[in-house]
């Protein structure tokens, strides 16, 4: 077996390789079975390219089965960069004309060379064929290098590292087996120089794109590790808010204010703030505190031993500095007056 032979079994072995892998993981995304998918078809054909020598006309049998490489690329493409819908039914149905078109023409060559028909009209459907697969697997390349090329306009420098990388290996690519391979010499290398062109695109396109998705789901991993610990973070702090506030009675303080309780944790106030409205369903600060000096207070209004005690004095005993902050605060959570509510309390 000659080298170009060995380069190509090893890029079929590392394409399965990279399917394999990518189709066991435990943590599936459409993303890794695109890539899967794109992986196996890619090894098809280059096993078709590999047995074309010794295994004809079966090879083209091989070669059906490689009939996701630039609409597999693409559908990647999309599932790597688009976070929502990244495959629809009209995408599915372009990569399956782009399909169908390459697997009708390896079934006539295989039909031509097995019982060696030599028609005008096959001839010319292979041609038509032919035409058509450029056209669209030069659109699908296209519009993968536009699902790159659309991030860079607007993301982060992380986004736009792995765009860079990701367009670097197609650009590359692309030049290397449409541009490059064209214009090579017949001679060179007798005549294997394009197939090894195409032997080292796809090495390219494999190791980075497998490179590129392990790079995101790292950051990925980063960033759902940092969103715990910052959940926890604040779990934390808005059990200590309750100790304070709830255990210790420091609602009881007329004087309280959102920068005492800030002051004494050693956080920002804003973060008081948000804590206030996620975990104790209240909308500030002052809000909540009143809501527990009124509860408070009704037990004391309710409590029989405390019926001498003058509306006033239950005021400034539940926290608040005078008598119309509180009236006004107890009416907002009771709908009644202090003293409309111990008569009720004791009418009951």
Known sequence: MDLLKIAQLFVVLLSLALAIFHFRLRKKHVLHLAFAFFCVSSSMHIASMLTADF???????????????????WLFARTFFRKSNPINRHH?????LLASCLILRHLI???EKMWLLDTAWLNTLITVLSETITILSSGMLILAFWEGYRVLQSATATQRMISTIYLSAFIVSIVSVML???ALPTDLLLGTGRDWLVVFAYVLIFTSSHVLIHFRQQQ??????????????ENMLAHQIHALLDEEKRFLESSLRVADIARELDVPEYRIRAIMLKHFNAKNFNHYVNQKRVEYAKTLLSSPDKLDWPVLVIGIESGFASAAPFT???????DCTPGEYRKQQLAS
């Open 180 to 182: 490059i391979a064209v």
């Open 328 to 334: 006004r605060a107890f009416k907002q959570f009771t």
């Open 220 to 233: 990925l991993s980063q960033k759902e590790k940092s969103t715990d610990s910052a959940i926890e973070e």
């Open 55 to 73: 295994w004809t006309p079966y090879n083209h049998l091989i070669g059906t089965l490689g009939f996701a490489t630039c609409s597999g690329y």
């Open 109 to 111: 060559r295989f039909s």
């Open 92 to 96: 599915l149905l372009f990569a399956g």
